[in-house]
């Protein structure tokens, strides 16, 4: 019980000005805080180690893009053992690689990269993670990372990505909001600290509904993408190359 109150508390300092939200103050807390504040987090991880099942092949090479700690990097390491030649993750917050280098210091094949994953110059993989990080980044330099994703895969590889998404109408899109803000509430956030959350990801977060990312990736390339996850306005893709 005592950690539960002290992480609440340290939680509850996370507060920015407007559009001013950073993962470089949360990365202390990021893990707690993630969990509290997106729908079935962990199922969504679980089903990212199951899914990649399909796609381990002959050039085992994963990247994940915005790593963050290296949890989900840990949980997939583990899961796979060695049957991954390299799981490189990357983050372009330098408190969040240190953190992830920490945890993940004991697996031989686990490489974490301070860097913008749209500078990256990756080499041939079988499997792009993408766990919540592409609705962060400018729609341009979006687009041409999801084609250098595509460019970088090998025939039969795929990208896994999960975002938070906008509907398609704005009476559904009034019903989500409502019903994640009761999801936030019910999991310890008072109503200062969700609509502080909110103000402070204006500009930061940029989110495209669920049609215009499977058209960024169809445009990319991929032949077959796939819906394999929705919980309110949180979406997770299978895109097949």
């Given at each position: 019980?005592?950690?539960?109150?002290h992480?609440?508390?340290?939680?509850r300092?996370?507060?920015?000005?407007?559009g001013?939200w950073?993962?470089?103050?949360?990365?202390?807390?990021?893990?707690?805080?993630?969990?509290?504040?997106?729908?079935?987090y962990?199922?969504?991880?679980?089903?990212?180690?199951?899914?990649?099942?399909?796609?381990?092949?002959?050039n085992?090479?994963v990247?994940?893009?915005?790593?963050s700690?290296?949890?989900?990097?840990?949980?997939?390491?583990k899961?796979?053992?060695?049957?991954?030649d390299?799981?490189?993750?990357?983050?372009?917050?330098?408190?969040?690689?240190?953190?992830?280098?920490?945890?993940?210091?004991?697996?031989d094949n686990?490489?974490?990269?301070?860097?913008?994953?749209?500078?990256?110059?990756?080499?041939?993989?079988?499997l792009?993670?993408?766990?919540?990080?592409?609705?962060?980044?400018?729609i341009p330099?979006?687009?041409k990372?999801?084609?250098?994703?595509?460019d970088?895969?090998?025939?039969?590889?795929?990208?896994?990505?999960?975002?938070k998404?906008?509907?398609?109408d704005?009476?559904?899109?009034?019903?989500?909001?409502?019903?994640y803000?009761?999801?936030?509430?019910d999991n310890?956030?008072?109503?200062?600290?969700?609509?502080?959350?909110?103000?402070?990801?204006?500009?930061?977060?940029?989110?495209l509904?669920?049609?215009?990312?499977?058209q960024?990736?169809?445009?990319?390339?991929?032949?077959?993408?796939?819906?394999v996850?929705?919980?309110?306005?949180f979406?997770?893709?299978?895109?097949?190359?």
């Amino acid at each position: 019980m005592q950690e539960t109150i002290h992480e609440k508390r340290i939680d509850r300092d996370l507060q920015f000005p407007l559009g001013q939200w950073n993962f470089k103050d949360a990365a202390q807390v990021f893990d707690y805080h993630i969990m509290k504040s997106i729908p079935a987090y962990k199922f969504g991880q679980n089903m990212v180690l199951q899914l990649a099942t399909f796609f381990l092949s002959e050039n085992n090479y994963v990247y994940e893009l915005g790593c963050s700690t290296g949890i989900l990097a840990e949980k997939f390491l583990k899961f796979h053992g060695n049957k991954i030649d390299r799981y490189i993750g990357i983050d372009n917050v330098v408190e969040m690689t240190a953190l992830a280098k920490k945890r993940l210091k004991a697996f031989d094949n686990a490489e974490i990269v301070h860097s913008e994953a749209s500078k990256y110059d990756y080499d041939p993989c079988c499997l792009f993670i993408s766990y919540y990080t592409l609705q962060f980044i400018e729609i341009p330099k979006r687009k041409k990372l999801i084609q250098n994703m595509y460019d970088s895969l090998i025939d039969g590889g795929a990208a896994i990505i999960f975002e938070k998404v906008l509907s398609e109408d704005s009476y559904f899109q009034d019903i989500t909001n409502q019903l994640y803000f009761s999801f936030k509430y019910d999991n310890g956030f008072s109503e200062e600290e969700i609509l502080n959350k909110m103000f402070s990801l204006q500009g930061v977060l940029r989110p495209l509904t669920s049609k215009e990312n499977i058209q960024l990736l169809k445009e990319a390339g991929f032949r077959e993408v796939y819906l394999v996850f929705r919980s309110l306005s949180f979406d997770g893709y299978l895109a097949v190359k």
